[in-house]
C-alpha cells in the first residue's frame, strides 16, 4: 500500500486553515497570535519607528543585506507591511498582558530568498521545510522564557500549517559573550524544544531541524 504523506500548505491552503489553528497559544503569562493586518500597530509598537534592527523590518531574509542598506527605514516598512497584508501571517507575536514584546518570523523557507542564496545556510535537502528565521524580544522580557516560547508556538503553527519540518539557523552561544548573532535564537532554546543539528558549516552557526512528521505519525 502507497503511503500517505501531509501535503506542505502554500499560502492559500495556509490562509484557509487559519481559522483551526490552535492560537492563540498561551505559556504563563504570554499570549502569542499570528501577525494579521489587524494586530499591524502591535508590530510598530514593538520595533519602533526605526524598526527592531538597524531599519531591517524583518526584510533582511526577503530581499538581503545589500539593499537592506540601500532602501530606508521606511521603505523597509512598508515593504513588510505589504507582506503582512498579503498574507498569510509572516510570523508571530507575544503579548504579556495587553503589552506586545516579542516576535518571529516563520514562514515557508522558499518565501526568503537571501536564505536559499545562503552559502553556510544553503538547503540540506529537498524536505520543503519551513523556517524560523529570527526573533525580536522586548529588552525588559529577554531571558524570560519569551524566545522559548515563542518558539514552541512556531512548531504548532508549522504542524497544524502541514509542514514537513521545522528549521532554524541559530546562533550557538557556547564558550561566547555578547549576542550579536542572536536576532535568529539561541542553539539551546532550539535544542531544549526537540530541535536537532543536521548540518553546520561556520562554526557558530548549525542548522537546526524539528520533524513534523514524526509526532503526526504517531498519533
Not at 526577503?62 to 530606508?72: D, K
Not at 507575536?93 to 506586545?100: I, K, P, Q, S, T
Not at 503553527?157 to 532554524?168: C, D
Request: hydrophobic content about 40%; glycine content about 8%.
Amino acid at each position: 500500500m502507497k503511503r500517505m504523506q501531509a501535503k506542505p500548505a502554500g499560502e492559500g491552503h495556509a490562509v484557509a486553515r487559519a481559522a483551526a489553528l490552535p492560537f492563540p497559544f498561551r505559556r504563563g503569562r504570554l499570549t502569542i497570535k499570528p501577525l494579521t493586518p489587524e494586530l499591524w500597530p502591535a508590530l510598530e509598537a514593538l520595533f519602533g519607528p526605526n524598526g527592531a534592527s538597524s531599519g531591517c523590518w524583518c526584510m533582511w531574509w526577503r530581499i538581503g543585506g545589500a539593499q537592506i542598506r540601500v532602501a530606508n527605514t521606511l521603505r523597509n516598512k512598508a515593504a513588510f507591511k505589504a507582506v503582512v497584508e498579503k498574507g498569510p501571517p509572516p510570523g508571530l507575536l507575544a503579548f504579556d498582558g495587553n503589552d506586545v514584546i516579542g516576535w518571529c518570523q516563520i514562514t515557508p523557507r522558499n518565501m526568503l530568498p537571501r536564505l536559499e542564496r545562503s552559502r553556510v545556510l544553503a538547503r540540506v535537502d529537498d524536505v520543503p521545510v519551513w523556517s524560523v528565521s529570527c526573533f525580536y524580544i522586548r529588552r525588559s522580557h529577554r531571558r524570560q522564557g519569551a524566545m522559548r516560547a515563542l518558539i514552541d508556538a512556531a512548531v504548532e503553527y508549522a504542524r497544524k500549517q502541514h509542514a514537513p519540518a521545522l528549521e532554524a539557523y541559530p546562533w550557538d552561544e557556547q564558550g561566547k559573550r555578547g549576542s550579536a548573532g542572536a536576532y535568529t535564537g539561541i542553539r539551546s532554546a532550539f535544542a531544549k524544544a526537540g530541535f536537532k543539528e543536521i548540518a553546520r558549516r561556520s562554526a557558530d552557526r548549525p542548522i537546526m531541524r524539528h520533524d513534523l512528521h514524526a509526532r503526526s505519525a504517531a498519533r
